[in-house]
């Protein structure tokens, strides 16, 4: 027999969720004709619709017909549903002729006639209110009213709603002294409210005329909080929404109410630059409209004006920072803030506004559509970037307003649980398969909302400067220049020229840079020196630009061409090394082998067996280390080193330049001499401790085995010391000798037993200190272990160092202070001699070292940081103390660096020049305004650290 298809089945087939419970609430209303039927399983949530339309109908079984218009809004908002079981009256506002909203609502509080306080006046307006909501979301779903129709229309909503609740604070508060302006601020001011959401108001009061200002201000603040409170007290009928007042002048700290003349000297003075981004939206919505009007004119002329503010540039970026720091908080499931969304566009659209409002008042729209529009028609955004944008941003706020009127709840989250997503794809038209629909078109947009947002700010650059043939809408050299100093660089017209010379042409080469430019323009303008990394990136593309992988590179992995930016607009040291080997570029990418000292020792011992002549040896060994040297910048600067291991880095590729360059030098003297001699070189200072930094020497001694080869020993130290020195693009590594015995005096090169010799006999307790540093770094390892255990016993003299010996290191140190600081150097500003620098907190260490190693083994180390922490362990000094004198070492030992990798130069002293600091600072990780703090940060530790350096090295 055929099989018969029940009722239910044939309900869950037509979209009902619950088919068993439609089936019997239909059953309980008699049931609905078919085209009815036919309406009800193509809204959103046909299962909510029959709840509320079966409660209705119990509430007022004679209620008018049921329209197609009421169950899709029935379908999407459980609250309109809940109120027109509350008043089923409204149903007739589907038909009813629109009054103008302002009438109705001051009609339905009955303002000609209100009781002080009176709660029914409240609870009418906020049926009042509803009842308009519902008729124009039928429109809203029902497809009869456009997106901006229904924003505009909410927005006057809102502002009879806010007429209304004056007229009732009027009635409570009695004032009869003020004028009182209600600026609509946000959304509302800009007419692309939502459904629910916090008005945003500021509010302006004057005297009336013979009234006394004083007494207005008072009388217009107890006005301004009774309005606020008749919209936002809950009643029987609920609230409506809060109204937001945060955005007025001081924000929350300062008076509810202000005079025109109040607010004017405020902004004219103190404002930031988002106060003046707020009041681009700027639209008197109530009470005395005149005073509200002048209130937006006399603002305007300072907010077309803002970009030309000190600082602005500044406070731009550390905008833009804010809002990456919250997208990143927030979710990919936050509408407004997540990754491409609503913040992302609204923010970009104000910001380019206000950079070309000044010059182009074609662009002075609060609408954030009629500004896109205005945008793309002045050629600061392609056409379809425009159209991409604002579609993008309807289909975003589509989504906020459905969620929304779905409990009449202010809210930007999409939901995760399937019933809610199935009703928003519904809602969409999407039947099939409504939540992977929603979610991929959804998903969709925020990417590419996303993406254009990334290189809003650029592309007309382009069009401006490159001459595109298909751009018909270019903006003039002037502007272009402007847009640029706007955005931080600080030579436009040379922007200018390396913009064209990169992207002009029609060769593949100016097409995939025409691609890279508008995103990399951004990347440069959130780097420390703009005008310095496009600059080297044209460098590097003049370098590079015809060999085929570099270009692709940069197109297809954009984290490599971000990088690339960051190095190039941070680095003066990192671009100048990869402009003389431009094909480090392809170190930036993820998939770029990484190498340590075993790999960097067999590339560099290959170099010198496969090259005959040494200088030829040396030269491909210190291309190897460049390329190293780069690879650890790049690092440093992105924040994958601290400051401990760029030190130990460093000195691991200088003791592998030193092996190289010592091997060629040992076989080109052999060929010639016919003797190898046993040969050391013994690191000191910060390579023998591995803290090198970006420009350190390399401070070593010599050592040899046998008196016999002395002559052919100190030929090898000489042709060291020669190949390394020979001019060359790479950075050097000069040999420092000066810390062997006697200083420049004594002999290049010892025997062991020399230096056994001279230390029994000579050596001092400065020099002691030095060879706390020594340790082996290339050569003949077993002589290397032979003279550690030499010195040994000097650096960790048994029984510790004699309290003499404690009073001369104590002396010298104190000298050393006197007289080494370089004339007219601030004492707390230097990094290596000044007060809680470097040099305090390692002469601690190696006191420390000194006097207490020889009975704790952990003390026994070339190490500044390791020594200070075994010392902990060893219980000889605090961990506090040594938590202080750490944070100043690394601290110092940090400025040293990005002072080396800033300026490319070497430096010891914090920048006292402004935009030195603020470059070194940037580096240091500091906001573009942070280079007092930074000054601050290291005076306050380099103070704490000299405090302890007081206590624990000269006291006791």
Known sequence: MPRIESNAARLAKLGFADAARAERLLAGIGGLPDPVMEVLTEVADPDLALTSLTRIAERAPEAAGIDGRLLRVLGVSDALGEHLVRHPGDLDRLDRPRRNARDE???????????????????????AYRGRLLALAARDLAGEATFTE???????????????????????????????????????????????????????????????????????????????????????????????AGLRPEGNAGPLVR???????????????????????????????????????????????????????????????????????????????????????????????????????????????PALNALSRGGYIGRDDAKALAEAYTYLRRIEHLLQLHRLRRTHLVPEGEADLRRLGRAFGQYTDPVGEFTRRWKQHAREARRLHEKLFYRPLLQAVARLPESEDRLSPTAAAARLRALGYEDPQGALRHIAALATGVTRRAAIQRTLLPVMLGWFADTPDPDAGLLGFRQVSDKLGTTPWYLRLLRDDTAVAERMAHVLGSSRYATGLLLHAPEAVALLGSGAERRGPAEWAAEAAAAVTRHEEAESAVAAVRSLRRRELFRTAVADLGGELDIEQVGVTLSDLNDVTLQAALDAAIAKVCLERHRRPRFAVIAMGRLGGMECSYASDADVMFVHADGDESEAAFAVANELRRLLALPAPDP?????????????????????????AYYARWSSPWESQALLRARFCAGDAALGTEFAAMVDELRYPKGGLPETSVREIRRLKARMEAERLPRGADPALHTKLGRGGLSDVEWVAQLLQLRHASDHPGLRTTRTLQTLRAAVAAGLLDAADEAVLGEAWRFASRI?????????????????????????????????????????????????????????????
């Open 896 to 956: 040293r660096d990005a002072i080396m990798l800033v300026k490319g130069r070497a430096g010891d002293m914090v920048p006292a020049d402004g935009r030195d600091r603020r470059l070194i600072a940037r580096t240091l990780g500091y906001p573009p305004d942070g280079s007092e703090d930074f000054l601050d940060d290291y005076r306050r530790v380099t103070r704490r650290a000299r405090q302890v350096v007081e206590r624990v090295f000269y006291g006791d």
């Open 259 to 369: 005079t025109l003349a109040s607010h004017l000297a405020y902004y004219r003075r103190w404002a930031k630059t988002w106060e003046f981004q707020a009041l681009l939206k700027a639209r008197p919505v109530a009470g005395d409209l005149e005073l509200g009007a002048a209130y937006v004119e006399e603002t305007s002329e300072l907010v077309w004006s803002a970009a030309t503010r000190e600082n602005f540039v500044e406070d731009v970026q550390a905008m833009r920072r804010r809002v990456e720091e919250h997208v990143k908080r927030e979710g990919e499931r936050q509408l407004k803030l997540g990754p491409g969304g609503l913040r992302d566009i609204e923010f970009a659209v104000q910001l380019l506004q206000l950079v070309h409002g000044r010059l182009d008042p074609l662009l002075r729209r609060r609408g954030t559509l």
């Open 732 to 756: 050097p590594l000069l040999i420092d000798p000066d810390l062997r015995p006697e200083g420049r005096q004594g002999p290049l090169v010892r025997t062991l037993a020399s230096y056994r």
């Open 105 to 127: 609502l001051l009609e339905a509080v009955g303002a000609a006639d209100i009781q002080a306080a009176e709660p029914e006046a409240l609870a009418r307006l906020r049926v």
């Open 150 to 244: 229904v924003t505009a229309e909410l927005s006057d909503l809102a502002a009879a709603a806010l007429e209304a609740a004056l007229a009732i604070g009027r009635a409570e508060t009695g004032a009869d002294a003020v004028r009182l302006a209600v600026v609509g601020m946000g959304k509302c001011g800009a007419r692309e409210l939502n459904y629910i959401s916090d008005v945003d108001v500021i509010f302006v009061a004057e005297p009336v005329e013979g009234a006394d200002e004083v007494e207005a201000l008072r009388q217009g603040t107890r006005l301004a909080q009774a309005m606020m409170r008749a919209c936002s007290a809950v009643t029987a009928e609920g609230a409506l929404w809060e109204v937001d």
